[in-house]
């Protein structure tokens, strides 16, 4: 079977996406596959209910892309300082991994995007590994080392990047350098790190 590390995001307006895509850059100049996969909105049981397979964008995430991977990044948009609903319900349904043990010893990062600096990232960020730590899985963060993650430009910037995950601050269009940096040397840092565990 094919390494891949799962990228697994949900987003409605693309800065979270933009993310997932700059961190699968990350992965795949380790020298891994980088499997990019969302999650459906959640709709009430009056509302209309989702294709299969989405009209656009990314394939939805199954179990079997989250049981079979060496490793998982996770992104969501920061809602009231927590992961948004849809990627929270795709991983209330996975208990039977959770039961066998399908994750246990796979490294996991996290990566949000909020509109705001003090929005709640780190809150989000933290709040996303709980789950990820309940299925056994090593969390890895960004070191201070990282480019972007220097202390000088912490002390200055607005952006976003914390060693507990990526960030990005979506007032602005697109990731700024710092914060694609970050991104990117997540995602090669997770993929070096399963590397390490699987071989
Ligand atoms: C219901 C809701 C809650 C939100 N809560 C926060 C928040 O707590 N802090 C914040 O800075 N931004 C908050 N936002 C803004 C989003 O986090 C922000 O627009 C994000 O970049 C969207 O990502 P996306 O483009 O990938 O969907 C919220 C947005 C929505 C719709």
Known sequence: MSEYVLVLFYSSGGHTQQMAESIAKGIESAGIEAR??????????????Q??????GYLFASKDDLAHC???VMGSPTRFGNMAAPLKYFLDQTSDLWLS?????????VFTSSSTLH????????????????HGMIIVGIPFTATGMHINEQFTKYEGGSPYGAGMISHKENLSKNEDSLCHA????????????TC
């Open 186 to 197: 997540l995602g090669k840092r997770v993929a070096l790190i399963a590397k390490k565990l």
């Open 70 to 72: 060496s490793a998982l």
């Open 119 to 134: 929005g709640g990232q780190e809150s989000t960020c933290l709040s996303m590994q709980l789950p990820l730590l309940h």
């Open 101 to 109: 043990g399908a994750l246990v010893n796979k490294p996991a990062a």
């Open 36 to 49: 990019i996969r969302t999650v459906p909105r959640i709709s009430a049981q009056t509302e209309k209910t």
């Open 51 to 56: 294709h299969e397979i989405p009209d656009e």
